[in-house]
Each structure stands twice: as C-alpha cells, then as structure tokens.
C-alpha cells in the first residue's frame, strides 16, 4: 500500500507542476506536438486562441486536431475559440494534437496545458481512500489552475473591447458637439443676415 500511495503521490505532483504553455501562430501556418501514452490513459487537452497584441479586443478562432498512432483522426474542433478535449487512449503509441491557422490571415497566439496521465476515475465512489481523495483534489486543482489562466486572457480581451467601446462613444460625442456648435454659428448668422435692415440712399 505504501509503495503505490507514494508512486501515486508522485504522479499527482507532476501533474499539478505542469505549465500552460503558448505557441504563436503565423497565418496560413499549423503547429503540432506528440505525446506518447499508454493503453488505458486519458489525454487531456485545455486550450484557447488568443491575441498578443494588448490592444487587440477581438476574439479569435482556431481548429485543433488529434490523431492516433495510424495517423487516424480521433477529435477535430473546427473555428472554436477555446476547447476542453478529454480523450481515452485505446491502443499504445505516439498520439499527435496540432492546432491550425489555415484559414486566417491574422497571427494567433494559442494558450494550452496537455494532460497525459494514467487513466483516473475520479466520480468512483468506491474509491474512498486517501488515494482516491487525493487524485480528486489533484484534477481540482489543476482545472482551478486551468481555468484562471483562460480567464486572465479572456479578461484581457473583454477589458480591450470595453476600453474601444468607450473610445469611439467619446470621440462620437465631441462630433456632435461640433455639428451642434456649427450649427448654432450658422442660425446666428443667417438670423442676424435675415433681420439686418438695408438702407438705399
């Protein structure tokens, strides 16, 4: 018990140490990675299209493919944004997740974590032991982690969208302050032109 509570343990502390990583995309341009994983493993893949660009405010689309070890296609998400990809590992061998930007002229910058770990089921009731409990505060964890770096991103996006909003709703604002002040400029003037009495001598 002790040697697989401490192999397992182990397990749990390489999971949770695992960075996102990000991988810039040019236009027109694919990149992909390989993991290889066991029968009976559970490929876990987090990832979100973003922009580098700290001015940018629109939201940008993607597609991500995995294939199996025969060069199978396994999972395709076509133009998402982001995506949580839980897939079963049914046969040994090296297994290759690529995410495209062949459709779009913009340069993309995509946020990823990759989970490839020994299959655990973590809604098992049966596994009421401190295993099971720490496998489950482990795949906790690491989704809290997962999900705060999406929002760091997603916030940025929102707040830049927000901030140009507010641009244009001021620069449109002293437009219409100017047509307002031309305007009054011109009824004054045309007033005063259509009131002048002329004298003829």
């Keep these: 018990m002790k040697f697989s509570t401490t192999h397992f343990l182990l397990a749990c502390c390489i999971a949770l140490c695992a960075e996102a990583h990000n991988v810039l995309l040019p236009a027109h341009s694919r ?48 133009s998402s944004s982001h995506g949580d990809i839980k897939a079963p590992i049914p046969t040994k061998g090296k297994y290759q997740y690529c995410f495209s930007n062949g459709e779009s002229i913009d340069t993309k910058d995509v946020t990823f974590n990759i989970h490839g770990v020994v299959y655990v089921d973590a809604e098992d009731e049966n596994a009421n032991t401190l295993d099971g409990a720490v496998r489950r505060l482990a795949n906790l964890v690491r989704e809290v982690k997962d999900e705060q770096g999406y929002i ?5 996006t929102h707040r830049n969208t927000a901030e140009s909003t507010n641009d244009r709703v001021k620069w449109w604002s002293v437009f219409q302050v100017g047509v307002v002040v031309a305007n009054s400029v011109f009824q004054i003037y045309y007033l005063k032109r259509f009131f002048e009495v002329t004298s003829f001598v």
């Design 31 to 78: 990149r992909c990675f390989f993991e290889d994983l066991n029968k009976g493993d559970e490929l876990a893949i987090t990832y979100q299209f973003g922009d580098r660009n700290p001015e940018s405010y629109s939201q940008l689309y993607g597609d991500f493919i995995l294939y199996g070890p025969n060069e199978e296609v396994i999972t395709v998400e076509k």
């Design 152 to 156: 760091v991103i997603r916030e940025r």
